[in-house]
């Protein structure tokens, strides 16, 4: 459905929760199944704004709106940034990861007005490049293949060898990724919407969220990181072309990219690379 940005979803009941939240997929609304805020929301509304809501305090709204996603970039990378501390390989990087943990931890507590005027693309680049750094000490003597922001959509990657690989930011949007190894592969801002991972084995991937999973396909054989869970709708097959076809892709929402790039939710704007 077409409405504005800052207007309320139209499913939104008067006590904050949705209408149609246990037919989301039904309706036609997976991307509201896969969207995760990383606890932005909760930051901002008991935080920020220490429990006043947009409803009870209207002129709050404005602002509100604009701080959200602020505070969700900040509380993305402070969830990279908490992963990057559990790679072993990447402690020569712990301390320097620490400070920038406990500097975006910070930001995140500044005031409403602060958090509007705050340069976070500037702080969420100087984040990356730690991230980057530790990723590269974590794939180390793999051989990797260099797919860094490589357009895959559709690509009929069945089996392929990508072990250690660096696909940050790749488009993988209806991928075929049956069988394929993905073991300690780099999956930062991959878009993995509609790309079937049946099979496939993503032990050790790094910084791969829950949102991502649950923007893919799936089955009992995906072997996944251990914090990360199968998500319900992988046994229900839901989502799955009949006939073993590849989708076109074509969900219909933008999402920020972990680590970096942003294209709008539902603008059909395409992001742009990493």
């Not at 896969?34 to 429990?51: H, L, N, R």
């Not at 099979?199 to 790094?206: E, K, N, R, Y």
Request: glycine fraction near 14%; charged fraction near 30%; charge should be positive.
């Amino acid at each position: 459905m077409d409405k504005d940005g800052g207007q309320p979803c139209h499913n939104l009941r008067d006590d904050f929760r949705c209408s149609i939240h246990t037919r989301l997929r039904e309706r036609g609304f997976p991307g509201c199944t896969v969207f995760d805020c990383f606890g932005a929301g909760q930051k901002v509304s008991q935080v920020t704004y220490e429990g006043r809501s947009w409803r009870e305090a209207p002129e709050t709204a404005r602002q509100m709106y604009a701080v959200f996603p602020v505070m969700r970039q900040l509380h993305e990378l402070l969830w990279y940034l908490a992963e990057a501390l559990t790679l072993d390989a990447a402690r020569p990087l712990h301390e320097a990861l620490r400070l920038a943990l406990a500097e975006t931890e910070r930001l995140t507590r500044q005031s409403a007005g602060v958090l509007e005027q705050l340069d976070v693309a500037a702080h969420r680049g100087e984040v990356n490049e730690l991230l980057l750094r530790a990723s590269e000490l974590a794939r180390a003597g793999l051989n990797g293949q260099e797919r860094r922001g490589a357009d895959l959509i559709g690509a009929r990657l069945k089996g392929a060898g990508l072990r250690g690989a660096n696909l940050r930011g790749a488009y993988l949007i209806g991928a075929d990724l049956r069988g394929a190894d993905l073991r300690e592969a780099d999956l930062i801002g991959a878009d993995l919407r509609g790309s079937d991972l049946s099979g496939a084995d993503l032990t050790g991937c790094i910084f791969l969220t829950q949102a991502q999973v649950n923007a893919a396909r799936g089955d009992s054989a995906t072997r996944l990181p251990a914090r990360l869970t199968r998500p319900a709708h992988w046994a229900r097959g839901e989502g799955r072309p009949a006939g073993g076809e590849r989708p076109d892709g074509g969900a219909g929402e933008r999402r920020r990219s972990p680590g970096g790039r942003r294209g709008g939710r539902g603008t059909g704007r395409r992001p742009r690379r990493r």
